[in-house]
């Protein structure tokens, strides 16, 4: 199972873009790059997802170099609501699933 | 539309004593997932079912840990004997079905469990 290392914590201020990379060193063939966002009291919930290059949907946008081992979160213009822990996981398949493997995550903080 | 449910929202109990925490995955959905989330940690993985049947049982801590599913929907996560260490958010997601090598199906969480183990 691939392991992913992300920043323990940022700090942001409204308006600003914020840039969150994961280095995922040992991405299989396989495995698809996602990002899970997560507030206080809530369960984690789905942003963005991709194999190679770029993706952007109207949360977020993921690059992803071409070698694949590392992944870059950017969220255009934060809010105060973006203040959440991000988790960037690998997809594992085993058994036809996914079982998703979280890390600590990293907990962004947007200032006024 | 509906999305997924855990009941109780907060479970207070003592060491010792059995819980039961219930999940109600998303219509549906057959694959549904157990996570335990300790204060301030990620998500640890517990159980995976698919179906009624649970292919991967490798994240449960101890024997103390089961679970079950019935009708393809509702879910059990029964703790016997709990202790301190257990108290923990404990987290069900359910997604829509099997994965291929090549695709990837979003997990859609509930809002989980608190569980307090005095």
């Known amino acids: 199972l691939a392991k992913t290392t992300q920043p323990i914590s940022m700090d942001s201020y409204e308006g600003q873009e914020v840039n969150i990379t994961c280095s995922h060193n040992n991405i299989a063939t396989n495995d698809y790059i996602t990002w899970y966002q997560q507030f206080p009291s809530q369960g984690p919930r789905f942003i963005i997802q991709g194999y190679k290059t770029k993706v952007t949907n109207e949360v977020a946008s993921l690059f992803i170099p071409a070698d694949r081992k590392s992944s870059t979160l950017s969220l255009p213009r934060v809010s105060l609501s973006d203040t959440a822990v991000y988790y960037c996981l690998v997809g594992a398949f085993s058994g036809g699933y996914n079982k998703l493997i979280f890390g600590a995550g990293t907990r962004l903080a947007v200032h006024p | 539309g509906a999305g997924v449910s855990q009941s109780p929202s907060n479970k207070v109990t003592e060491k010792g004593k059995d819980v039961e925490l219930r999940c109600d995955p998303i219509?549906?959905?057959?694959?549904l997932y157990w996570y335990r989330q300790r204060l301030g940690q990620g998500l640890e993985f517990l159980i995976y079912f698919q179906g009624n049947s649970a292919p991967d049982k490798s994240g449960l801590p101890s024997d103390r840990f089961s679970a079950e599913r019935t009708g393809e929907s509702v879910s059990t996560l029964t703790i016997q004997r709990t202790q301190q260490e257990d108290s923990a958010v404990y987290l069900c997601a359910s997604s829509p079905g099997l994965a291929d090598a090549f695709s990837y199906n979003e997990q859609f969480f509930g809002p989980g469990t608190r569980l307090t183990v005095l």
């Open positions: 219509s549906g959905h057959t694959a």
